[in-house]
């Protein structure tokens, strides 16, 4: 395993290292604030290393392919002035962490809260966020998982463009900032998650090919020229996305990663790429004596990405359950456009609680095919659930978040439907409080070609889909604005409570270790189809609940649903008038003969 | 599993099936001998399926897609003007089989020979090998292996550019007189391989487009479009497939298939579309009673391929061994251009007779990764070896046979080296007699930018390789009679002499149980790096065998590599005067005090 980039190392020398296996010279010029220029040696693996003596860190340069071509480094630590820009040093050690008792978060205890640093707070900088630590503690948050930072063109992008996988994004605050926003997170007791983009690079500011066969024209990706992890002369890219993985947890404490759209990984070997980065990781995990953790993101519906890498599966630690969302959000928000058209019948939402997977094997009319593998023999703790993310929020034309689209009534039943399910649940920024500004798609490409390709891009996407209407401008600054988090709103009391009704709900999964435990044991799942009601027993050892959950638009008598054990308690009903609801219509107390009437879109639960 | 084709029925009706999932209307439109058009009903899998009464066998029919454009039927049983025209009515069941006794060759068994239907014989047809299959059988052939017969352009073609996957080429005699040579071998005998193409098709008559999503942009070859086994909307395509493979079987009697190139199968599917042929395949040799094989080409050295199925392999039968062709032709013919680059130490030979795969995870220097896995653990009789091929021929820029480049000891000792291998050997036709015609590579496609293409991409590929000179033009007719085999060179005795030659050697390995049992155990391999001497010891039960073999161009004495048990007879040297060489060295008895001597570039084989 051979690190790459620019190590900076306590003698003021600094250590050069760029895969290049086909180029006959490479030189590394320093620009400033000393000019030099040394020359690199290559190795049989195609690296060439050097040593510069002497030398300031935060020094700029370049690197000097075939003795014409300047480009930045592939590895560049740093891009202080953007992605057309020298490449800039930076002393890793330098940092002082106050860290040093972080154990970390057991990856099932996580509470995970999704954000994008730019529209998180109105400074739009990891500095930001370190301001909101308290607020995500006061919530119950214990996870943030923070989209992409590596060095994208210009300061608006949701991160899936950048081009420089181990730079991070200089308009955040750039790996200082990052390193101390992590290094607060873990003084606040919150892990942090990094999504990361191991399957294409964006299409601005890319010069990776330059040097290497980064990519191959075998396979192809929708967001551009797919990653080399198979075809010939590969080694020095699988090194490079694997040491790419370490350096996020070496030098900035990162817990987990969070691996963006693995289906656009293309890997025939028999080792898949995954495979060999869980065990990479496992061996840092066991060097470091803390656990990373893996979390992809799949739209394959294959067990094999999560299951053992001894079992012949990746070993991916846990993923996405996009079924769950689907389920859910079909029946409430009644949405059947594009690959909702798959969903929306209540016995889905009762698969995806007992087995994960809705579809593992059955015809997807939306696909057009047989998909997807069986996952109910894996654990639910290998699966993150959500209500709203980045894309299923900022796909839409309008980006309206869930609060934009149903009642607060139908808001609180499904956070309650995720909380209460046996999987990892994750919020989306602002979800907490039902924020109402949306989460637009935004770019800010240099290239007027690019941008120009891009807006048309999302016209046409949309009136494919029928949508109405024209999407907001994604190069528009205002685009960029407008999708801002209000922290404002909190002075409203209606957001006020829903944020009350949050914090409400993550303690109790916290507290209930029925809610905290997530094993398929102990789990059943009961529905009435005709009145949309699916409830949901958990237990685990004294501790038994029962969560009512009435999907229907109407009032319903669920006593024939009655999974009450012996004289339970009511710990909360989202209709209570506490929660802006229209009251609650059931006792505090009920037995097995206890009549139990739920309110329209509204969940009670029980506790034993 | 639905019958894709037209099915012409007892009752002079004819049902047609076509998969064309969004389209809005198919019919049938008979042109001749009577005039009809029917309208086919769709049902929900996207199939179109009618039933034409009263209509003659050999009808000529078109399908009308969307009430304008007129194709022919993708699964076309006979497209007897050529891949443009309309499609032909076959009635299956008017054949009049006369292999009812026939009960296969065990895959163990098989001594294989490939040939290309146009060049085999002067008439080009499968008349024309059956005329040849007395010969084969005085040979000790018991099977053939015959190129691709898909409908291709016109009359000049190595069969990989077939468009029509069901429809036997027209200039080859089409599907009565394929039927009629597959029932002539097994009276003679001999089983017949199919070689079929299921990761593309050809660029010219390729009309699939127009009914469904055959093809996916996902993914790419070097061949043109990759066939969509696992995007969205495959199941019409995987079906078309698997019933290509079927139909060889039960309509034409077919013992096995070679899959072409099968790593330009991509296939991210839980289920491969590779380990789901095999299966359907089980399926039907269960039903049939008798078993039929999957062979595949493959460039991958991946284990997987011919695993067992229920341990996650595809369960592929055998594959072809290229690293046992590519070590053993360094060595033999010095080359060491393109992959050849990877080859040509004798501890690679020795390897590929112990192991397998050469590469089994070492780097390649040609593919610059570390490439393949072990396999060790897989059975000898899972690899198909060979010392020449249509590629290893054909893709030479002048089409050379190895008789063109090496002396005729050489060609001996090849010979042997592959025929006392633990692995099924395959001759590639006319190299049982050293036919000295090229094997060229020739086109006769009807589009002329095509055919410019195609001698531009030649022109250019192998200048890239440093090949001297310009390749022969691949449309000229004359390149593909010069490639056809000029049988009157067997009325010269060096001829002559070469063919009784191979007829010795596979006479030996039919009847010494040593080296016709095909396991590891039992097996064992000494060499002298110095000497590029190789001895390879087999023993089953009795019998034992020990073949020298002196890859060297000196005569050596191999008594220091004395593997002789007790006393044993030499049963042949390939150096006897009796083969042309030079006259054996080694007295008819040996034991394990004897002095051993070899001849350069010659193999000595004693049994007990």
Redesign the interface.
Known sequence: MTKVGSWYREDKSCEFTVWA?SKNSIEVKVLSPQKLTVKLQKNKE?YWHGKVSNILPESIYLYVVDGNLERPDPASFYQAEGVHEPSCIINHSSFQWKDQDWKGVPLEEMIMYELHVGTFTQQGTFDGIIQKLDYLKELGINAIEIMPVSQFPEGRNWGYDGVYPFAVQNTYGGPEKLKRLVDQCHQHDIAVILDVVYNHLGPEGNYLGDFGPYFT????TPWGLAINFDD????GVRNYFIQNALYWFEHFHIDALRLDAI?GI?D?S?KHILKELAEKVEGHSQREGRKHYLIAESD?N???IIEPKEE?GYGMDAQWLDDFHHSLRTIIAEDKRGYYCDFGNIKQVVKAYEQGFVYDGE?SE?????F??SSQHLEPKQFVVFIQNHDQVGNRMMGERLSQLVDSESLKLAAGAMMFSPYIPMLFMGEEFAAETPFLYFISHLDAGLVKAVQQGRKKEFSAFNWHGEPPDPFDRGTYLQSKLRWASLEDQRHKDMFDFYRKIIQLRKSLSSLRTLTRKGLSVSWNEKDLLVVISRSCGESYTCCYMNFSKSEINATHANQIREPMSKVIDSADKKWNGPGTLSPDVVSSSSEININPRSFILFKK
Do not use: M
Not at 217 to 220: E, G, S
């Open positions: 296996p195609g024209r075998k396979y192809k010939n002369n590969n080694s289906h293309y025939f028999e394959l294959d067990k094999r012949d015809y939306h696909r057009k095919k047989n997807g593998s």
